[in-house]
């Protein structure tokens, strides 16, 4: 049964909302989503306004969003390359997408079951993980989950009474211990090699997360000069020179940075460093910097600004080279594989809808595919940030 959303008009002192700073000066809840936002969409559901009570809809008929919804924790996560083999990958990465899209579901419906099945979940993990993430994939595995468990975690700690607060140390114990350090260990170069820019950029935005969550000031400004040194470095733009930018503690001939960037030798404003591999992993790159930038944006730092033609560029580029179909020579080939998955969104809000900047391509990628559910680490974007506008 599809669960309509129930109109409310609950008080900040009602929902238990953390209006106020934390004594690091951080805003919760405020991690991607802000107490303002999440209402603001829970009005448009209720007045059956578009793109949202669609996209509501979608959300409400997924599994994910089942009100048996069971989780699937284990006590250690190996993951090698494409999650091959596959020990509780999918399981942890499925069950904190869950965690999130359950945290939605009580956000925008106001039905207890649904923040009490995203409390189930994380405490379930948080009671079983013991042993972190191992394996080649361990790093980007732990950013993933990371990711998602800590949005679910701020909306139901900041907007919610259902967490004891035993659990939410437990829980907060389980970032510190099984999640920072593995993610941390995705920052140290192998011998003569870079991780893909989609490694570095969901790391950055999982150590956002994680230092917002548990207020913890250092983490998060580490993540703050991470990502301004590491996006340059994964969208080119000619500003840079004939060459991308060389990645931060990475080293490089010429030679080397073209292989790196899939053989690429023509270079034009807005093109990704993992482009000629796929889109797909261009995409998870992508929506961790655009992610990160929202939440800092959220929390007062404006990283839009900071790189503004450079995030625009790169959301214009590929979603073009989608709205146009055929794939040029000059760019990877003539062979351009994969798709977006449903990101762009939250980007595009705040250019186009705040900063009144016009994306005639991504607008036109976008309304092709609402409602997006997304993929991993970035979901339900339509829903919760299309045409949010400020």
Not at 269 to 284: F, I, K, N
Request: hydrophobic share 40%; charged share 20%; glycine share 6%.
């Amino acid at each position: 049964m599809i669960r309509r959303p129930i109109t409310l008009s609950f008080t900040a002192l009602a929902w238990g909302i953390a209006l106020n700073a934390s004594a690091e000066g951080f805003v919760h809840p405020g991690i991607l989503l802000d107490a303002k936002r999440l209402d603001f969409v829970r009005n448009a559901i209720q007045e059956q306004r578009s793109p949202w009570k669609e996209a509501y809809l979608a959300m409400m008929t997924d599994p994910l969003a089942a009100v048996d919804y069971q989780p699937s924790p284990w006590p250690a996560v190996e993951c090698g390359p494409f999650s091959k083999p596959d020990k509780g990958c999918k399981e942890e990465v499925r069950d904190a997408q869950a965690a999130y899209t359950q945290a939605l579901a009580w956000s925008y419906s106001g039905e207890d079951r649904y923040a009490e099945n995203a409390v189930a979940i994380m405490n379930a993990w948080a009671a079983t993980l013991q042993q972190g993430h191992t394996n080649s994939n361990a790093p980007l595995q732990a950013a993933w989950s990371a990711q998602l468990w800590t949005r679910a975690a701020e909306i139901i700690r900041h907007r919610s009474q259902k967490w004891a607060q035993a659990d939410v140390e437990r829980f907060s114990h389980m970032l510190r211990t099984q999640y920072l350090p593995d993610i941390q260990r995705g920052e140290a170069q192998r011998i003569g090699v870079c991780h893909y820019g989609n490694w570095q950029a969901s790391g950055i935005e999982a150590q956002i997360n994680i230092g917002i969550f548990l207020d913890d000031r250092a983490l998060y400004d580490k993540a703050v000069a991470q990502w301004r040194k590491r996006l340059p470095a994964f969208v080119y733009q000619e500003a840079d020179g004939p060459l991308p930018v060389v990645p931060p503690d990475c080293a490089k001939t010429d030679e080397q940075l073209i292989a790196y960037w899939e053989g690429q030798k023509t270079f034009v404003d807005g093109h990704a460093q993992e482009t000629c591999r796929d889109l797909e992993h261009t995409a998870y790159g992508l929506a961790a910097f655009i992610n990160v930038a929202e939440t800092a944006y959220v929390q007062g730092l404006d990283l839009y600004g900071a790189e503004s033609k450079r995030l625009r560029d790169s959301m214009e580029f590929h979603a073009r080279a989608k709205n146009e179909g055929a794939t040029p020579p000059w760019l990877c080939g003539g062979k351009l594989v994969g798709d977006l998955n449903g990101t762009f969104e939250v980007a595009y809000n705040h250019y186009v809808n705040r900063q009144r900047f016009k994306l005639p391509d991504t607008q036109r990628w976008l309304i092709q595919r609402r409602p997006a559910k997304g993929y991993f680490h970035y979901l339900w974007e339509t829903l919760t940030h299309a045409d949010t506008g400020a």
